[in-house]
């Protein structure tokens, strides 16, 4: 079993729509979660951090976290054309050390005017 | 020029071929990555410099030669490479090797073909 499992896509969705992006993983020791977003052509940038279970929003997204099911969501409300793009989950078991940080395979999205 | 910026952006060599990436990042910070990103599969991260040490290699073939000549710049020679090689080679920086709240900056990467 893969460590980060991420669907890869594409998804595709009208625009003003709820984005609902995944990420299971298997290593009960994560605690450190992120969402990267990359746009075409471009490296990837941080978009949210999370640490546990629970919410974290920043205007039009929110980070979930379900530790118990080992599941973690990225929603995107009133989605733009301007979001398409790929999407990586990333979490760590430690706060400390970029070297520890294991990245899902990401998932494309488009967003459709 | 801000930010971190890679070149060159493309890049098709032959098996038998040397080349050298490039790395330039403006911002000051300690800590420099290489990763590999191929289609469908996640970021592998090759090479971790912090303050021009080289902490971590994860295992990646001698093919592949990083260098830091300084907190600014960072290089990956290539030489001899096999075509499952090909990928888009991402530099990165961040203030230090050790997170906190720090931020990982990413460059645009460059795009390697191996023929």
């Known amino acids: 079993q893969k460590e980060v499992e991420q669907d890869p896509g594409p998804l595709s969705v009208p625009e003003g729509a709820i984005v609902s992006l995944n990420c299971t993983y298997s290593?009960?020791?994560?605690?450190?979660f992120m969402w990267y977003r990359q746009y075409s052509r471009k490296g990837p940038e941080l978009l949210m951090y999370?640490?546990?279970?629970g919410n974290k929003e920043d205007g039009r997204f929110t980070a979930q976290v379900d530790k118990s099911s080992k599941y973690i969501s990225l929603f995107i409300r009133d989605s733009q054309p301007s979001d398409s793009a790929t999407y990586l989950c990333?979490?760590?078991?430690?706060?400390?050390?970029?070297?520890?940080?294991?990245f899902g395979p990401g998932t494309s999205l488009s967003v459709i005017p | 020029e801000t930010g971190v910026t890679q070149t060159p952006r493309h890049l098709v060599m032959g098996m038998t071929n040397k080349k050298s990436l490039k790395c330039e990042q403006h911002l000051g910070h300690n800590a420099m990555y290489w990763y590999k990103q191929s289609a469908k599969k996640p970021l592998e991260l090759m090479f971790v410099y912090n303050f021009k040490e080289q902490t971590e290699n994860n295992s990646v073939p001698s093919r592949f030669s990083p260098e830091c000549p300084n907190s600014s710049h960072l290089f990956l020679h290539l030489h001899t490479l096999q075509p499952e090689d090909s990928a888009l080679y991402l530099c990165?920086?961040?203030?230090?090797?050790?997170?906190?709240?720090?931020?990982?900056?990413f460059g645009p990467g460059t795009r390697l073909t191996v023929l």
């Open positions: 990333a979490m760590s078991a430690y706060e400390t050390s970029y070297d520890k940080v294991i």
């Open positions: 999370t640490y546990s279970s």
């Open positions: 290593n009960s020791a994560f605690q450190y």
């Open positions: 990165a920086s961040s203030q230090d090797k050790k997170r906190g709240t720090d931020t990982q900056y």
